[in-house]
């Protein structure tokens, strides 16, 4: 064979392998499209209704579509509780997008915890009083199997095709810190550096929070706030990672190079906006950094549709990139109960 020949051979094999990836970057769009569609994100709560007479603890779980999250908007929508006589008077696209599923209340244990087991969201431990306790609850989601539900901490994205790099999510500040996990065969940890801050849009501010791995790189954050106790506002983060291995080891491994901002649609913004008003926003103060990194950053917009969605990288990472796809927010509205709590917080959430 000649080498013309040689050559439009290799020619035929990397297109053949060019449209086989493409065609399975499509599979995976479809497959992760149609699970946004049919799937949901449910919401456990803890809210103290307790008074100087009697202890009385509810935890709630709630669930809204994936689909129903991948918009924009800074305009809060109402949520009524199902025995509120305005919940029959808000429209299909508002309070009802938030689903109650069902509750447990009572003399319940403080601190409990929520789990996932196949269909099942399981609920144990926690403290009541100076006694152990061991009640369970379990909540099956499968409509196949109980068709009205009822009772009967930092998490970790594992990144698709990659044994050896995870991407590990905390909030502090107001902002959501990504960090890049590398780590051996054997699961042992070799470093977790910082990779990168989100802002959390339109000044909201929140008191706790939780996270759930949507499958296909997309990760959805919950933050609540306590508000004005008989409202309490909820903000629901969709967003998109994008990173590639092939830079991780030359670049977040040495830590070379000047802090900088990752875009993946737009084009440079002032950093006074982002920076200015965090503690994390230089080096000299405890922000996250990358060792040996230098200069001040600037700022990216990778909104995908937000123009309040900013995100800060770290270090010289041009492959690593995140994409805003949805930002909602909630207000639950206890104004026409006969008690509101006196303290709430978001405990977790899952996607089923």
């Known amino acids: ?32 499209a149609d699970r946004l569609r049919n799937m949901s994100l449910y919401i456990c709560t803890f809210e103290d209704y307790s008074d100087w007479k009697n202890q009385k603890l509810r935890y709630r779980i709630q669930s809204i579509k994936l689909s129903d999250l991948l918009f924009f908007s800074s305009t809060p929508i109402t949520v009524f509780s199902s025995k509120s006589k305005s919940k029959s008077n808000v429209s299909n696209s508002s309070s009802s997008l938030v689903r109650d599923v069902d509750f447990v209340e009572g003399d319940l244990p403080l601190h409990m ?5 196949g269909s099942r969201i399981v609920m144990a431990g926690g403290r009541k009083s100076n006694r152990g306790t061991t009640e369970i609850y379990v909540l099956e989601t499968d409509p196949a199997v109980e068709l009205r539900p009822k009772f009967i901490k930092g998490p970790v994205l594992d990144l698709e095709d990659d044994d050896d790099h995870k991407l590990l999510f905390s909030f502090e500040w107001n902002h959501i810190l990504v960090y890049l996990m590398i780590v051996s065969t054997e699961s042992e940890i070799y470093s977790i550096e910082p990779l990168a801050m989100i802002n959390v849009p339109y000044g909201f501010k929140a008191d706790s929070y939780s996270c759930a791995d949507l499958g296909g790189g997309t990760i959805c ?16 983060m969709t967003f998109q990672v994008s990173f590639s291995k092939s830079a991780a080891s030359s670049d977040i491994s040495s830590g070379s190079g000047s802090p900088h901002f990752s875009s993946s649609t737009g084009s440079p ?10 503690p994390h926003s230089s080096g000299s103060n405890g922000s996250p950094h990358t ?10 917009d990778s909104s ?8 800060q990288v770290f270090s010289d990472i041009r492959s690593f990139s995140i994409k805003s796809l949805g930002c909602r927010i909630f207000e639950y509205n206890w104004s026409e109960e006969s008690s509101h709590p006196l303290f709430a917080k978001l405990v977790a959430c899952f996607v089923l």
């Not at 915890?113 to 087991?117: E, K, L, Q």
Request: aromatic residues 8%; charged residues 20%.
């Open 304 to 311: 995908g549709g937000d123009p309040d969605f900013l995100c």
């Open 269 to 278: 913004r002032n950093s006074s906006s982002s920076s200015s008003d965090s």
């Open 1 to 32: 064979m000649g080498g013309a020949s040689r050559f439009r051979a290799r020619q035929r094999a990397r297109a053949a392998k060019m449209e086989a990836m493409e065609a399975d970057h499509r599979n995976r769009e479809a497959i992760q």
């Open 113 to 117: 915890s929520f789990g996932v087991f």
């Open 291 to 300: 060792s040996g990194s230098s200069g001040s950053p600037h700022t990216s």
């Open 221 to 236: 954050f919950v933050l609540m706030n306590l508000g004005e106790y008989v409202k309490m506002p909820v903000l629901f």
